[in-house]
């Protein structure tokens, strides 16, 4: 059993962390529902710019990780945030750490349209990828392979 404050350290270590969560894919029902207001929003392909980062694949898993009694908790921490249960196996995640609040740089290669986007967002979102940059790739979901990769 780890001592409590051992467990102070790691939540400590754990908490200077924030984190974006991604999926590598762009044509998961379960998440265009949840998290694309049921296919009427859009999802972003992108390139992270810079290599300030820790990007990290999830593991999926149903056993807890082994946490060592060790001084390095910034790893501790980082294990603890990159492990889900295999229930969210679907959602394909990956995530980028950061510390102290820094802004991920990125460069936005695509857009891809919600299946029942409606006709006025779709327009609004066309109009500012135009304004944004226009040589990002609008793709409506429709006609998206399957298993492609965001």
């Known amino acids: 059993m780890l001592d409590d404050s051992i467990i102070e350290e790691i939540k400590n270590a754990k908490d200077k962390y924030i984190f974006c ?17 049921n296919h009427r929003g859009v999802a972003i392909g ?6 300030n980062y820790i990007i990290q694949d999830i593991k999926y898993d149903n056993s807890l990780p082994f946490i060592q009694c060790s ?7 980082k294990l603890i945030l990159c492990r ?17 609040r820094q802004n991920i740089k990125i460069a936005i290669k695509k ?12 327009r609004l979102v066309k109009e500012l990828i135009f304004k944004i940059n226009p040589s990002i ?14």
Not at 71 to 77: L, R, V, Y
Not at 144 to 150: F, L, Q, V
């Open 21 to 37: 969560p991604l999926s590598r894919e762009n044509n998961n029902e379960h998440l265009w529902s949840t998290f694309a207001d």
């Open 84 to 100: 889900k249960l295999d229930k969210w196996k679907l959602e394909a995640e990956t995530r980028v750490l950061v510390k102290c």
């Open 111 to 122: 857009v891809i349209t919600g299946r029942d986007i409606s006709e006025s967002d779709n």
């Open 137 to 150: 790739e609008i793709i409506p979901y429709n006609s998206i392979e399957s298993r492609t990769n965001i």
């Open 71 to 77: 001084t390095n908790h910034d790893e501790t921490a």
């Open 46 to 51: 992108f390139k992270i710019t810079s290599r």
